[in-house]
């Protein structure tokens, strides 16, 4: 079973709990274009992401999008702290390649990066319902494992 550190560690090597209260449990993920295999590769850029548990669905920055050229397919409205807003949905792959997970199909676009936001992904409970994930507080650790059977 793939397990993952998705807190942060300070210069001496120790859990760094203020890190983690500042940006969230953090991943590096790639995305990229789905496509078919016998299709030739397109674009892909690995970012930070966040792991939301508070987002139902995983979503892409909607300037990634836009710079690695992910098709539109949809709109989607949908609601968070700011109200309700419609956004482009686009079809995509996440990879997180240390827990062997690939999440592929429609991404709503969000506009993460011009908000101010260090990550360029959320993963959401869509992601999640794949993993086993202990957010440890005390000791400022997060810990997540693929919960894939092979």
Do not use: W
């Not at 949905?89 to 996440?94: K, P, R, S, T």
């Amino acid at each position: 079973m793939p397990i993952l550190d998705a807190g942060f560690r300070g210069q001496d090597g120790h859990a760094d709990g203020q890190l983690l209260i500042a940006y969230g449990p953090t991943v590096e993920v790639t995305v990229g274009h789905y496509v078919p295999e016998t299709e030739p590769a397109r674009p892909s850029k690995t970012v930070l992401a966040l792991v939301d548990t508070g987002a139902c669905q995983s979503c892409i920055d909607a300037a990634l999008a836009a710079e690695l050229g992910l098709p539109v397919i949809d709109t989607a409205r949908i609601a968070g702290a700011g109200g309700e807003s419609v956004h482009d949905v686009f079809l995509a792959h996440i990879t997180i390649p240390q827990l062997e997970i690939v999440q592929y199909g429609r991404f709503t676009g969000v506009n993460l990066r011009a908000g101010g936001q260090e990550h360029a992904v959320l993963l959401g409970r869509t992601f999640l319902v794949n993993t086993i994930m202990i957010y440890d507080g005390l000791r400022s650790q997060v810990t997540i494992a693929s919960a894939r059977v092979a």
